[in-house]
């Protein structure tokens, strides 16, 4: 069983930046294509960012487009490098791979292996 596991959450104050990393437990997680998702507290899980299988394409949530990057590192982690952090970015983020695809998408559907999730506060 493939594990995922994020790191990096914490508390931080608004217009502050957090980087959030991604391992797994397999070589070939590298080339999976990988997606952040968050979930605030009452709320649903919506898509925050993807990354495709090379690395070279990426797809962003307007509401966090500008202020995050996703990318991924030949040390087999992904990161979410999040700057301008806001209150309402306040939530669980969770990191899913897709054993099968080329390009992230936002379909939570796609994707094969979740992590347990770090939770990112911002304070005002």
């Known amino acids: 069983q493939v594990q995922v596991v994020e790191s990096g959450g914490g508390l931080v104050q608004a217009g502050g930046s957090l980087r959030l990393s991604c391992v797994a437990s397999?070589?070939?997680?590298?080339?999976?294509?990988v997606a952040w998702f968050r979930q605030a507290p009452g709320k649903e899980r919506e898509f925050v960012a993807a990354?495709?299988?090379?690395?070279?394409?990426t797809l962003y949530a307007d509401s966090v487009k500008g202020r995050f990057t996703i990318s991924k590192s030949y040390a087999n982690t992904v990161y979410l490098q999040m700057n301008g952090l806001r209150p309402e970015d306040t939530a669980v983020y969770y990191c899913?791979?897709?054993?099968?695809?080329?390009?992230?998408?936002?379909?939570?559907?796609?994707?094969?292996?979740w992590g347990q999730g770090t939770q990112v506060t911002v304070s005002n």
């Open positions: 397999v070589r070939a997680f590298i080339i999976y294509p």
């Open positions: 899913a791979a897709d054993r099968d695809g080329y390009r992230g998408t936002s379909s939570q559907s796609q994707y094969d292996y």
């Open positions: 990354v495709s299988r090379n690395g070279g394409d």
